[in-house]
């Protein structure tokens, strides 16, 4: 919502001026949200908002976002191995947008191919594809990163650099 106000100057009196919300402003636009169901089915769905498309990851899964210093948490996502041929290991965690306005919500996801069979640290090369995305406010990432697997494959850490500033991602699976 915009608040235009215009006082002139030696009038006692002002003109307010309120204009309405347009669809798909950023300042606007309500980013959805998982509800406490679909966080107990695993659930992925798309939803658009004005010219806004989101879609949400729901699940146990879980991640904390650090960059430059900064931590934010994200809550709900799903795990499991990737759904093509390559046999990978994958994570998406929260709400991945697609506008080409302003940022507001946060994203975290990993694929690394081929699976990995043991915890250990992984490095995108000849023997390991690993493809990361972060999106959060003032942050869009997306490439290879260095992946440290814990005991189990349920959990891990991946971090990153972009233009001098460190990006890492602490997840765990949930269930």
């Known amino acids: 919502m915009r608040l235009i106000l215009v006082v002139a100057a030696g009038l006692a009196s002002c003109v307010v001026v309120v204009s309405s919300a347009v669809a798909g402003d ?9 509800t406490k169901a679909m966080n107990k089915t695993g659930t992925v ?19 904390t976002l650090k960059i430059g210093g900064k931590k934010s948490k994200i809550v709900g996502g ?5 759904s093509d041929k390559t046999n990978g290991m994958a994570f998406y965690i929260g709400v991945v947008t697609y506008r080409s306005t302003k940022q507001v919500n ?6 690394i191919t081929p ?32 992946v440290v697997l814990k005991k189990g494959l349920r959990s891990g850490t991946f971090s990153a650099k972009q233009g001098g500033k460190r990006i890492t991602v602490t997840w765990v699976c949930g269930n």
């Open 26 to 34: 950023a300042a606007t636009t309500v980013v959805p949200k998982c």
């Open 115 to 146: 699976k990995p069979k043991k915890p250990g640290t992984y490095v995108d090369g000849a023997k390991w594809n690993i493809d990361t995305v972060v999106q959060a406010p003032g942050t869009q990432f997306s490439g290879p990163a260095k």
């Open 78 to 82: 799903v795990c499991g191995s990737s």
């Open 45 to 63: 769905k798309t939803i658009r908002r004005g010219s806004d498309r989101f879609t949400l990851y729901c699940g146990p899964a879980k991640a």
């Open 106 to 111: 946060s994203f975290a996801s990993m694929l």
